[in-house]
């Protein structure tokens, strides 16, 4: 299989959503999606993304990954519209071991309308057809319902909790784990 060489930054395309690289014009939606206590409840964002030149700040870091070769982080958008509703992308790629996380958040009023569960789906099958993969898996911060759902809906399992793993808005919190192995998403009875 031939791997993703970060050569051409990738495009993804699905019903509703176009997945498109971060520019700096998306810097209002970035500050608005990161300085949201209902969207940062389950993030541990420090310092606090409350001005345009910290939202652009964090587009370069996001960026950045990219141009090293680590991870991938779209912009969520609706087709016909160029408006960042969100982001989504894989982030701790382990080639050796073969897997990577992923993650994904929507501005607070286009919750609900299955825009996360899309663009989660559609760079999972991104990941597994791009990247050799055998496992795609995800954590997230017990309580977080929502992020949950869009995990289940798209096949992954829980796999168990890491108790207080992680100090998050003052407090250690404890981590839900869940995974997808490449046979279950894609139907293949390979192990290797």
Known sequence: MEIFDFSIFPVLETERLRLRQITHEDAPAI????????????????????????AIETID???????????VRWAITRKGEDRLLGTVGFHFWERQHRRCDIGYDLLEHEWGKGYATEAAQAV????????????VQADLTEGNLGSEGVLLKIGFKFEGVWRENTFEHGRFVNLRQFGLLRRE???EEENN
């Open 185 to 187: 998403y894609l139907g």
């Open 61 to 71: 870091w996001m960026n950045s990954w990219y141009q090293q070769g680590q991870a």
């Open 31 to 54: 500050l608005a999606l990161y300085s949201n206590p209902a969207v940062i409840a389950y993030l541990d964002i420090n310092p606090p993304i409350d001005t345009t030149a910290r």
């Open 124 to 135: 999972v099958r991104w990941c597994f057809l791009n990247l050799n993969l055998h496992r």
